[in-house]
């Protein structure tokens, strides 16, 4: 189905469009997907609509054109492809948080190895804190298919600092203020997952007292970066930025 949609909304569709096929190649420069697996999608303000990765086409063939407008029941509104496997779970996501903006899917390496033994990955690094400020926790495992993997990311997530789960034997979900900040997150969870575990081979890691965990957290998404702007020149709201690899933000 296409040209559904028209009026001041056709304008905003046609802008995340480019900017969901765009955050794809984040999720290829970052290493966090191989072949066609994972996705990002963004919800259209103003609109019960999301855009999300069409199924199953390569990440080399994406164009703003091939991304998908689903309803928030994951009904295809507009686009001329299948969405993705995973619209179901983004649909459920975006009608019970509606604080978010933006939904990315991952399967990367570190972060998967974590979900596949079930096990949170610990807050023990001020970059966790800055990002997390708690630990990533496991969500329940789900078939693909409908919408119980999405239900199983609203009921971790609700009352959780985290903006990622690792779904159980699955993989990554990050949730943000809009599709940029969801992949920040992607891109973060992965960083720690690997630094985590590295530690984990060279003894116990350290945990960091809960109200050095607060401070941090409240520190970075508060006071850190640019006021007003990123240096992308878009609204700050705090966790705009960060330094991949576990360093610490100055």
């Known amino acids: 189905m296409s040209g559904a949609i028209a009026g001041e909304i056709a304008a905003t569709v046609a802008a995340l469009r480019a900017q969901v096929s765009s955050l794809h190649a984040e999720l290829l420069r970052w290493g ?6 994972g996705n990002v999608s963004a919800r259209v303000p103003g609109a019960d609509l999301l855009v999300i990765k069409p199924s199953g086409v390569s990440y080399d063939d994406l ?10 029941h994951g009904a295809v509104v507009e686009g001329d492809l299948a969405p993705s496997s995973d619209t179901a779970a983004h649909a459920y996501v975006y009608r019970h948080l509606p604080r978010v903006g933006g939904v990315v899917h991952t399967h990367s390496t570190y972060a998967c190895a974590w979900a596949a033994r079930g096990e949170p990955v610990p807050c023990v690094l001020t970059a966790m804190a800055d990002e997390f400020g708690a630990e990533i926790p496991i969500g329940p495992f789900s078939l693909i298919g409908d919408d119980s993997i999405g239900r199983g990311i609203v009921s971790t997530l609700e009352g959780h600092r ?3 789960v690792l779904m159980r034997s699955h993989g990554v979900f990050t ?8 992949v920040k997150a992607a891109v973060m969870c992965e960083d720690v997952a690997r630094t985590v575990h590295i530690a984990r081979q060279l003894g116990e890691p350290l945990p960091i007292p809960q109200a050095d965990v607060d401070h941090l957290y409240d520190r970075y998404q508060n006071a850190y970066g640019q006021h007003g702007t990123t240096q992308h020149g878009t609204p700050d709201h705090g966790a705009a930025n960060s330094t991949p690899n576990g360093a610490q933000p100055q």
Do not use: E, F, N, Q
């Open 162 to 164: 985290s903006p990622a």
């Open 63 to 72: 164009t703003p054109a091939s991304m998908v407008v689903c309803d928030l």
């Open 175 to 182: 949730i943000g203020k809009d599709a940029r900040a969801a």
């Open 32 to 37: 966090l997907v191989v072949w066609t697996a």
